[in-house]
């Protein structure tokens, strides 16, 4: 039977092999959750990846003196996430779960697992692994190995990095009088976390009750050449080119169904704002307000608006091409 130490020996060799491997597994993790954040519009601060210094392996090999490092080390691998609230941790907690295969064993988060009476850092450790499907050809290298996943706010962060500096310069070992205040010093910043957390919340009530108090002032306005050009206006502050409107596209808006303000802003939302930009762009400057108001409405429903007002516009070649830019056949209609 091979000795504790001569098994140590060969997993730090073998590790100094791999650790280049582990470094490209943290890249495509990365990817991966960079991604999926994205996609699902989750906000975080930074996201940091390290593969273990071969020192770092060496020194966990000897103090935890495990019986086979290369199969109970977990973290070779390891990525870190900071946001700036405990709801973002959350949702990215939601992300991580849904996406790799988590050792169940080795989960923690603190939050969950921490004493009542007493103050700590507080964050949220996985182990985990690739799903299959992600192991394509190029990854075939990464199937089994596991890597960490550590989520954080930024106050959870600087703590921890606080406490492990001074502790790691004491080993571990301080005065009471100074891991007291250590300890008070958690309290405060897990208060102030919280604090971040609701005045968040609160910040998106308040931007909700204004937007509900808009939609309701918008509701009330109804259409006017003057209304029309304040509400371009507002949109395209430096754009002097909606400055004007006319009874007529007053009046084919209402033929739409469309008789404020409010109503207006959901047709023009319903458009997207590529589109909208385009039309400016390739019309210049004496475009107006009647004109893109036309557009939108052809461009959501071509059939309707030719029926009921086809006869007043001559259209020539241009036109039909024009429309064929944001998928529209309008020859079928003329």
């Known amino acids: ?14 590790y ?14 990365i990817r991966i959750l960079k991604t999926k954040l994205t996609e699902n519009n989750i906000l975080y ?3 940091s990846y390290r593969a273990k210094e071969i020192e770092s392996f060496r020194d966990k090999c000897y103090q935890k003196k495990y019986s086979d490092p290369i199969n109970e080390i977990y973290d070779m691998a390891g990525v870190r996430i900071t946001t700036y609230t405990t709801a973002e941790v959350k949702k990215i907690k939601g992300i991580i779960e849904s996406n790799f295969i988590i050792d169940n064993d080795h989960y923690s988060d603190k939050s969950e697992t921490i004493e009542v009476d007493r103050f700590g850092y507080l964050s949220v450790h996985y182990i985990a692994e690739l799903k299959d499907d992600a192991i394509i ?84 306005i109804k259409l006017s050449r003057q209304s029309i050009n304040e509400f371009f206006s507002k949109i ?38 590529d589109t909208i930009n385009e039309m400016i762009d390739l ?23 030719f029926e009921k007002w086809g006869a007043f516009w001559g259209v020539e070649e241009e036109d039909i091409e024009y429309f064929k830019l944001f998928n529209v056949d309008i020859d079928s209609f003329i």
Request: proline share 1%; charged share 35%; aromatic share 10%.
């Open 1 to 14: 039977m091979k000795k504790r130490a001569e098994i140590t020996h060969e997993a730090i060799e073998w």
């Open 16 to 29: 100094k092999d791999e650790r280049r491997i582990y470094l490209e597994l943290c890249n495509e993790v």
């Open 45 to 47: 601060n930074d996201m």
């Open 137 to 220: 050809d190029e990854h075939k290298k990464f199937k089994k190995l596991k890597f960490e996943i550590q989520v954080r706010t930024l106050l959870q962060h600087a703590w921890s990095e606080v406490e492990h500096d001074r502790n790691y310069k004491f080993n571990g070992v301080l005065p009471k009088e100074l891991k007291r205040r250590f300890y008070r010093l958690a309290g405060i910043l897990e208060l102030v976390d919280n604090e971040f957390e609701q005045l968040s919340k609160d910040v998106e009530e308040y931007k909700h009750e204004l937007n509900h108090e808009k939609d309701n002032q918008l509701d009330q």
């Open 236 to 273: 395209y502050v430096e754009d002097e080119i909606f400055n004007n409107s006319s009874d007529e596209v007053i009046h084919c808006l209402k033929t739409f169904g469309i008789h404020s303000i409010v109503e207006l802003n959901e047709l023009y939302e319903s458009i997207s704002p």
């Open 283 to 305: 019309n210049g400057s004496e475009y107006n307000v009647a004109q893109l108001a036309r557009d939108i409405l052809i461009v959501k429903d071509a059939e309707k608006y």
